[in-house]
């Protein structure tokens, strides 16, 4: 029987690497942009006009029009896709109402006409911003305790519930740190902003990853009870080779969903997307090569600051 556990080592410097590399790529964005990722309108405050014009358009002829109205830097992406042809999307600092209905104006009267119906700014305050940015945060601490607490009662059975639930967080924390990593990256190489959709893929990568843990946890739960006298590593190695098929075939089918939206789906839900594909990649390696082995090096006293827990 192949032995997954004994390689934990080599799991823990991958993992190691990977959100390594995230780090480095927040505190580069932290140096030139003042916070940890390009955050868009949610979580910054500001204006996002979405245009779309009857014809083909320069972006400089585009650019031109905001620094008229003295937005000296407004952020401008072409929109790629279907139905989104001569599509622009263009961040900037909070602007007024009647700026911004004066800039849409403008737009159609020096560029070009703009299709009837397509454009969209959204407006979000400073304030709002904040706000935002505290309820995620806020969220995502509660969310850990309670699931804590929810592991810690349902391995009741076991010797040392708590270890599960602190593994089990650990590894969605490990699963939260990667996307993090990958949305700086991204922001940094390919302008995408962190937004009020990444919140949701936050959520939705800490949900899929503790389902998978569980799942592995629970396996190492009733293969305890049926062999109380082989060793922890072996029950542990063996409920990770009978669960691994489960685990793989779930993600496997949810990633082939998430690849075809990439490949076909619009420009805007791509970051999203793609968030969510890095999140449950990591998820499905992390509910066997990170939570699992924890535990096991936890349970043999490799991890020295934890022995006592």
Known sequence: MFNLVQKRRSYFILSAIIIGLGIAAMIYSFATT???????????????FEVQFTEPVQEEQVSGVFQSFGVTHPAIIALQGDGLENAWQVRTESLSPETA????????????????????????SATVASEVTRAAFVAVIVAAVIILIYIMMAFR????????????????IHDLFV????AAITGALLGWEVDALFLTAVLTVAGFSLQDTIVVFDRIRENT?????????????????????????TQLNAMFVLVAILLFGGASIKPFIAVLFI???SGTYSSMFTAVPLLVAWEKNEIPFLKAA
């Open 225 to 249: 009870t049926r062999r109380p006298l082989e060793r922890f590593e072996d029950v542990v190695n063996r409920s990770i080779l009978e669960t691994i098929h489960r685990s793989l075939a």
């Open 279 to 281: 999140g449950l990649l």
């Open 179 to 182: 996307i993090f990593g990958f």
């Open 157 to 172: 059975q076991v010797t040392n519930p708590f270890r599960y639930g602190a593994c089990a967080v650990a590894a969605m």
């Open 34 to 48: 003042g916070s940890l990722f390009l955050l868009g309108v949610d979580f910054r405050g500001g204006t996002r």
């Open 101 to 124: 209905q004066a800039i849409e104006d403008a737009l159609a009267a020096e560029v070009a006409p703009l299709i009837p119906g397509s454009t969209q700014v959204q407006s979000v």
